[in-house]
């Protein structure tokens, strides 16, 4: 545990093999999967997120786990202001976002067989009354 009061607690043990291994898993092909996903169609990502959203472009958003940045330039070709950030969900939590929707990709394959997940979070709007 941390000596700063609003610190994130030490996640188990068994989160942090976990982690541990997906970051090797990611060191270890993240070449391969440049490669394989550089023209991938971000569609489904794109619409997922902006299903959500009821405003106007352009907007301001932030893609979490953006890697290359192949959606930030999507969303950048749209008229939006976008920027990316690695991070964990602890953060987001953090932060006092809620998380509105996620789903596994590929879609079709079993559990699995999905390397990644895809999510789309808010953070709510704080209504002052007088």
Known sequence: MSDY????????????D????????????????REGTRDH????????????ID????????????GPGRDLRTFTRMGHEAV????????????????LEHY????GLPREQQPWLASVWRKPVQ???S
């Not at 990316?84 to 998380?99: P, S």
């Open 18 to 33: 976990a982690v541990q291994q997906t970051l090797a898993h990611y060191q270890q092909n993240a070449e391969g999967f």
């Open 127 to 129: 209504v002052r009354r």
């Open 84 to 99: 990316g950030l690695e991070t964990w969900r602890a953060f987001m939590l953090k932060a006092g976002f809620v998380e």
């Open 41 to 52: 169609d971000v569609s489904q990502n794109i619409d997922a997120l902006l299903r959500h």
């Open 55 to 66: 405003a106007q472009a352009p907007l301001q958003l932030l893609d979490l786990g953006c």
């Open 104 to 107: 596994y990709r590929p879609p």
């Open 5 to 16: 009061p609003n610190s994130v607690p030490e996640p188990p043990q068994s989160l942090t």
